[in-house]
């Protein structure tokens, strides 16, 4: 874990540390950044594969409805009309 520093501490450090901090943190902070990226790509990848239309077992021409047709009900195969 990266150190923490007082308002008092960075005001006793010179020009070029407190240079080499920044650059040490903004480095840090890509990385983060690139880490939290790849694992946002991982998630939705993940989120179609279990999600995704793959995962539906039946395709249309296999579902069946039931239409009600003057108060009887009466199964409708959708399919490829």
Same mark, same amino acid.
């Given at each position: *874990?990266? %150190?923490?520093?007082?308002? =008092? !501490?960075? #005001?006793?450090?010179?020009? =070029?540390?407190?240079?080499?901090?920044?650059?040490? +943190?903004?480095?840090?902070?890509? #990385? &983060?950044?690139?880490? %939290? +990226?790849?694992? %946002?790509? !991982? *998630?939705?990848? %993940?989120?179609?594969?279990?999600? $995704?239309?793959?995962?539906?077992?039946? $395709?249309?021409?296999?579902? &069946?409805?039931? *239409? #009600?047709?003057? $108060?009887?009900? *009466?199964?409708? &195969?959708? $399919?490829?009309?």
């Amino acid at each position: *874990m990266a %150190l923490k520093y007082t308002e =008092e !501490q960075l #005001n006793s450090l010179d020009r =070029e540390t407190l240079i080499r901090l920044f650059l040490s +943190q903004q480095e840090q902070l890509e #990385n &983060i950044d690139h880490t %939290l +990226q790849l694992v %946002l790509e !991982q *998630m939705a990848d %993940l989120k179609r594969r279990r999600f $995704g239309r793959s995962s539906e077992k039946h $395709g249309a021409e296999e579902q &069946i409805s039931c *239409m #009600n047709t003057r $108060g009887r009900a *009466m199964p409708a &195969i959708q $399919g490829n009309s």
